[in-house]
């Protein structure tokens, strides 16, 4: 059985600092591209940042250097260090994963989707 539970999230002022968890199980995490999307209500899901089986990020170009994707294959964690937030971060962050080692923009790509956690920045 295929879980992706989300941690973490919580609410912080802008500058402050949130650190997302990811644990999943009941897939080879090793060989999946591993993903942090983001919604909020009225908006379309997308991603946050990305990294493949051969450890590349990828960020989306709001992330601005403040955030930082890693995963750990030996606990199958992935995690998101999210770094000078803003108002505008604020919104529920989902964990996924795609297999294979090129990760998708596109949601319908990916297979497995965790929960969520919500994320709120005050000003």
């Known amino acids: 059985q295929v879980q992706l539970v989300e941690s973490g999230g919580g609410s912080v002022q802008a500058g402050g600092s949130l650190r997302l968890s990811c644990a999943a199980s009941g897939f080879t995490f090793s060989r999946y591209c591993m993903a942090w999307f983001r919604q909020v209500p009225g908006k379309e899901r997308e991603r946050v940042a990305a990294i493949n089986n051969f450890l590349d990020r990828y960020y989306a170009n709001f992330v601005e250097g403040r955030f930082t994707i890693s995963k750990d294959n030996a606990k199958n964690t992935l995690d998101l260090l999210m770094n000078s937030l803003k108002p505008e971060d604020s919104a529920t962050y989902y964990c996924?994963?795609?297999?294979?080692?090129?990760?998708?923009?596109?949601?319908?790509?990916?297979?497995?989707w965790g929960q969520g956690t919500q994320v709120t920045v005050s000003s």
């Open positions: 996924a994963a795609k297999n294979g080692p090129f990760c998708s923009v596109t949601t319908p790509d990916y297979s497995y």
